[in-house]
Structure formats: C-alpha cells, structure tokens
C-alpha cells in the first residue's frame, strides 16, 4: 500500500524488453536503502524490487501491466514519479493507495492563474463512476482531491509543491497518465452487487434486501 505522496523523481536508465514483459532500471535517490523484494510504486504502478545497487533499483515488469498502463511507453531518460510502500506506524498524509491501475487517462489542459494551478483529465467512461467532488483519485502516483466532474472530466487542484516534486508541472494537453480510483468506493460496488445477488428476485414475500448468512460467508464476513 501507499499513500499518493510521491517522495522523489526517478530516471529510467534503460528498459529492455523480455519474454513478452520488460526490465526497468530506474536511477533514484533511495536506491541504496532498498531491499529484494521491497515495493515501489512507479507511476501510480506496484512494482517489485528485484536488484538494486547504490545508484539505481530494477524491477520485472509483466505483460498485462505494459498494456494497460503507461509504463510501457517509458524510454531512456524519462523521469517517473516514485514511492516506497507504506510501513505499519507510517502516517497517512495522502489516501490509501493500492498502486494497482485502473485505466489511462488523457491531459486535458494545465492551467494557472491567481486562483491556483488546475489540472482536467478525460477519464475512460467506466472510471467516471468512481470519481465524486471532493473525493480522493490516484494520478500517476500522486493523491489528488477532485475539485470538479463534469461528464467524463474531472479537474484536481494543484499546489506549488505537487508540480515541484512530481511530473505534473510538465504534463501538456495529450499527456497520458495513470488512474486509479477511490479503493473504498470499488469495494463498496462490490458489496453492493452481492446486496442485489442476495436479495433475489421479488417472490412475493417481505424481504429487507439485507445480505444472507451464506453470502456472508462467501464475502468473508460470517464464520
């Protein structure tokens, strides 16, 4: 787990494709206090450390997260947002973040004024239904507040000190990043479709729609 508060930037030093995945080699301040083994999110994406020496980590990257995040586009020279996961007695200063993606979303725009720096992204159309004002949305790592939603744009306001330490002050309209959405509001979809499986079709007979012993089991919560 982590909490949305990238600690630095890193660099790829070179990606190298293999057996359908890749290996990364990312130079980064902490690379000499990692372990094997140890989590780091890249990007928003849970990666495994899988060696690591005083100036850079390398980590195995599968298929599947090649296709649906950005990290397959990553080249030689690219900077990436990087955290190390979350340990017991941490503060929590961003939100729970899984570093599992949901999808790619596109910049809209960047934009500054006197008010502040906003930033809109076009979400993919299932994601949208994740995302409330005033709610908590992954991007690319980073634990942002949702200012606004409108249709399938949502904006986030940004702080001088988020567009420092992370990518978004170079993001530019196009520019794709990774999403991921609220955990709790996934899980409590999914609770509720069991709700809905559970209560059955109407049969005539007063039911209070509330979830059956047996489901509960099968969710984990009854003995």
Known sequence: MFTGLVECKGRVT????????????????????LEHGESVSVNGVCQTVVRADADAFEVDVIAQTLSVTTIGALRSGNEVNLERALRMGDRVGGHMVAGHVDGVARVV????????????????????RYVV??????????????????????????????????????????TKVNIETDLLARHQEKLLEGREEASGPPDGNENDGGLTEKRLRELGFAG
Do not use: H, M
Not at 15 to 20: D, E, T, V
């Open 109 to 128: 725009r960047l934009r500054s004024d006197r008010d502040g720096t906003r930033l809109t992204l076009e979400l993919p159309a299932p994601l949208t």
């Open 14 to 33: 070179w990606l190298r494709r293999a057996s359908g995945g890749a290996v990364i080699r990312i130079a980064a301040p902490f690379a000499s206090e």
């Open 133 to 174: 004002q005033r709610g908590s949305i992954a991007v690319d790592g980073v634990s942002l507040t949702v200012a606004d939603v409108v249709g399938e744009r949502v904006t986030v306001a940004l702080i001088p000190e988020t567009l420092r330490v992370t990518l978004a002050g170079a993001y530019r309209s196009g």
